[in-house]
């Protein structure tokens, strides 16, 4: 990255200057310092803050002086630093940094030849990183708010591999207990209803559609079965009683033991049930571009026994005691708030023993990081975890857990809450039927997990670019279209755009001049994106880069035209502009998961 080549131009400048004694080294040693862009084009394309880490104005400034004078001599000196314009020293010893204009416009050659690689690191350096998100429980289709935990853990996956990571998406699922049990009552209330036996009172727990009384649906109630009991009119329409016709359409075995109450035969209709939930969730997830590497199942870990390895490698390493009867790890040791049970008085593990095993299945895999992307109700396992990653014998560090914040929809203005309770939960493959897999995934990216987010449903169902989720693709095609264009008329940009004297733009106008660099600008700033999510896990900024980038190539297209250019060169030159955008902005939008069409009715 030039900010990296900046970053080290900025050491061997210190280190010379420190030789000579022109400034002081604390224990010869540089400071930690920045290398930012500013705000504004006028301070410069880089702004470096390390003369005000070595000392105080007024002295800083003088600091400042001297190292822009050697920097602008090495720009002169060594053929790699000939990017450099000027220097300049700014307020109380900021050095801002001027990139030649011609060496801007060159780098869209290089984005051309980089094509779907464009943008890759190596910071990971091949560091194997595993992934867990989603992981909704298979009782129930992902719904809008879990499911905002795809997008993250997908994006912010994919970014990680292109800078240099070895990355595994895995989606972890609880497919054995009181859950599955209940899941299975609740399938046999809807069997028996199915099948004209009697079921009776609905339970009070369990997993069940949406009741519509007789006066909400009159009609409903001529040809519907109803729950005496309550009143209300079964919905056949409904998930979870079709989950149960399925259930009886794949096994029609099992009708007989729906005539059974025994808890055994619960246990295995859910099993049915949650084997035909996940291949929904499954779906659900490839409709919306959602992969996975792993789905790795809960139960098996008290069939592979690493349940019980696990507790033992705690115990073995002197975290485990016993207290009331219960076993417990001491994670109060590494930071948690309290020491957890691991397994209850009456012999039955936890949810938090099968938490051990699981990171203890992770690390034995081979890998070095573990992510985990979270609902808002899991602040709790931070600490937790973290301490459960130093009792396997790893650091703190090498476990990190992302809490997204809920999930709202804006509708007409109104934020309106998802619950349970209200019976207003909205599935996410409703939602992506609504507006489209693509828009959805850009505006789930918005904003930082750490925010709620207030989907705009009305924003994203307009078919114009005022909807952020179409603008960045509605640019690329907006390119594609010029391309086509050209080569109607016997042009062939690519040929031409490889052949481009760039320094030909170094005469247009200053508007246009100012528009092909700021679009150049854009352009390389894709790398420290990609750098800052992959070091951060701040996937959100990767919408905010190309809505940048494709508010930058609308100006271009306004300012600079490359079909209508009389002069030939200044044409090739914008051609190269043009396709360098093209491929930044396909490489960040299939980053974000998302297609880049190259036809759209409103780009045309």
Not at 161 to 186: C, H, M, P, W
Not at 293 to 322: C, H, M, P, W
């Amino acid at each position: 990255m030039l900010r990296d080549t900046l970053k080290q131009m900025t050491l061997t400048t210190l280190a010379a200057l420190h030789d000579r004694g022109d400034i002081v080294l604390p224990e010869d040693t540089a400071p930690e310092f920045d290398i930012e862009r500013p705000q504004h084009i006028k301070f410069g394309d880089y702004s470096v803050n390390v003369a005000m880490k070595l000392a105080r104005p007024p002295k800083s400034r003088e600091i400042a002086a001297k190292i822009s004078e050697y920097l602008t001599e090495l720009g002169r000196l060594v053929p790699a630093y000939d990017f450099i314009d000027k220097v300049e020293v700014a307020g109380p010893g900021f050095i801002n940094i001027y990139i030649k204009p011609e060496w801007l416009l060159r780098q869209s050659q290089a984005i051309i030849a980089a094509g779907d690689s464009v943008g890759a690191l190596n910071i990971g350096s091949g560091q194997c990183v595993n992934i867990e998100f989603v992981s909704a429980n298979p009782t129930g289709m992902v719904h809008i708010g879990n499911g905002r935990g795809g997008f993250i853990g997908d994006t912010l996956g994919n970014v990680m591999a292109a800078a240099g990571y070895s990355v595994i998406k895995e989606y972890y699922f609880n497919d054995y207990g009181q859950q599955i049990t209940l899941l299975g009552r609740s399938c046999v209330w809807y069997m028996k209803h199915i099948l004209g036996i009697d079921a009776g009172e609905r339970p009070n727990e369990g997993y069940f559609d949406h009741f519509v009384t007789p006066n909400e649906e009159e009609e409903a109630a001529a040809d519907e079965q109803s729950n005496t009991a309550t009143g209300s009119v079964i919905n056949k329409n409904g998930y979870y009683y079709t989950v149960a016709q399925r259930v009886l359409d794949r096994s029609p075995e099992v009708a007989d033991l729906a005539r059974n109450t025994d808890v055994e035969y619960f246990d295995i209709i859910g099993a049915k049930a949650s084997s035909i939930i996940m291949e929904d969730i499954k779906k659900t997830m490839l409709d919306l571009n959602i992969h996975f590497d792993v789905f790795f199942s809960q139960a098996s870990l008290d069939e592979t026994n690493e349940l019980q390895k696990g507790i033992e490698l705690l115990r073995n390493n002197g975290y485990v005691f016993e207290k009331e009867g219960a076993v417990w790890m001491e994670t109060s040791k590494f930071g948690d708030d309290k020491d957890r049970v691991l397994i209850k008085s009456n012999g039955d593990t936890t949810y938090v023993a099968s938490d051990v095993a699981y990171a203890y299945n992770k690390y034995k895999r081979g890998f070095d990081k573990l992510i985990y992307v979270l609902g808002a109700d899991h602040y709790g396992y931070i600490g937790r975890m973290k301490a459960v990653a130093q009792m396997l014998g790893h650091s703190a560090d090498s476990l990190e857990i992302l809490i997204y914040q809920q999930v709202n929809l804006d509708v007409g203005g109104k934020s309106v809450r998802m619950s349970k309770r209200a019976g207003n939960i909205v599935n996410l493959d409703e939602l992506a039927r609504l507006v489209g897999a693509d828009v959805t995934r850009f505006f789930y990216m918005m904003r930082d997990h750490n925010s709620h987010l207030d989907f705009n449903l009305e924003l994203a169902t307009k078919e114009s670019d005022e909807n952020p989720g179409l603008s960045v693709q509605y640019a690329h095609a907006r390119i594609a279209g010029i391309l086509r264009k050209a080569a109607e008329t016997g042009s062939d940009a690519a040929s031409e755009a490889a052949d481009a004297n760039m320094a030909a733009l170094l005469n247009d106008t200053p508007a246009q001049l100012e528009s092909e660099l700021e679009l150049m600008r854009e352009n390389l700033r894709l790398e420290e994106v990609l750098e800052r999510i992959a070091l951060h896990y701040e996937p959100h900024h990767l919408t905010k880069y190309a809505m940048d980038v494709a508010a930058a190539l609308h100006v271009f297209y306004d300012r600079c035209p490359a079909l209508r250019a009389e002069n030939p060169e200044v044409r090739k030159a914008r051609f190269a502009l043009l396709l360098a955008a093209k491929t930044i902005l396909a490489r960040a939008l299939h980053l974000l998961g998302m297609n880049a069409p190259d036809r759209m009715e409103r780009a045309e």
